[in-house]
């Protein structure tokens, strides 16, 4: 096999310039040719960029910010107050952020207050018959200290489940009518989602609420189908203070 002289001496010619410089003093570019050590440039990085991907965008455990439906809010001890004769409560709760015409729903009401035992500030009965999902009446086993008109919530088991509105309460008999089916009660000024219309059996639980007129910043009255006996305050501590229906 023929041998390549080392080139000593030999010039060699730039393919870049066109000058003689010493072979040995020739380097080879990335493009292949042949130029002085002078000459030489190197590959530009914007010639072929690195490869990128889009920037991750989802979390493992993403924890966004979401509303929530609002929860029952415990009321200060013996909250609730009442005039002998007089079918207005005052409750007491401070910063309650609520407007006239929300809806309250009470809840574990510990002891009466003036005459008015826990049941009639909670609002609790059951159904007394089966309701279909398109009925516009219903019976409860006993709506004589439900309003005229307002909104409840049908309880099954443990979970808040349809809210209903009505315009008519015939005390006497126990019958709601003018019934707003899959309803939505207002609560904070706000008009939650609305629930699904659904049939329900004799004996579940029927929770009832009271319209209120705010007072001030830390309390609100509502009123009651039968006056107080007396003036008083009570009720006893936990009782708490929140929406029709606490579903999630």
């Known amino acids: 096999m023929a041998k390549f002289s080392q080139g000593r001496y030999a010039l060699s010619i730039s393919d870049r310039s066109g000058q003689a410089f010493p072979y040995l003093e020739m380097v080879k570019e990335w493009t292949g040719a042949w130029v002085h050590i002078s000459e030489y440039e190197k590959k530009s990085p914007l010639i072929s960029p690195m490869p990128f991907g889009a920037d991750p965008q989802a979390l493992q455990r993403a924890r966004p910010a979401r509303t929530e439906f609002y929860t029952p809010t415990i009321l200060p001890n013996n909250p609730f107050t009442t005039t002998g004769s007089s079918t207005t409560v005052t409750v007491d709760q401070p910063d309650h952020g609520r407007s006239t015409g929300d809806a309250v729903r009470f809840r574990s009401v510990v002891s009466a207050t003036g005459g008015v035992t826990p049941t009639i500030f909670m609002l609790e009965t059951t159904l007394a018959s089966n309701l279909t999902d398109s009925a516009t009446t219903m019976t409860l086993t006993d709506s004589s200290a439900f309003p005229s008109t307002g909104y409840i919530v049908v309880q099954p088991g443990a979970n808040d489940n349809e809210t209903i509105k009505y315009t008519a309460n015939n005390t006497g008999t126990g019958v709601l009518s003018g019934l707003t089916r899959g ?66």
């Open 183 to 248: 309803s939505s009660a207002p609560t904070y000024n706000l008009t939650p989602q609305t629930t699904t219309a659904s049939a329900h059996d004799a004996n579940v639980k029927i929770r009832g609420s009271y319209s209120i007129t705010k007072v001030d910043d830390n309390s609100y009255t509502f009123t009651l189908v039968t006056a107080a006996s007396k003036t008083q305050t009570g009720g006893g501590y936990p009782a708490f203070a929140g929406p029709v229906n606490a579903r999630a």
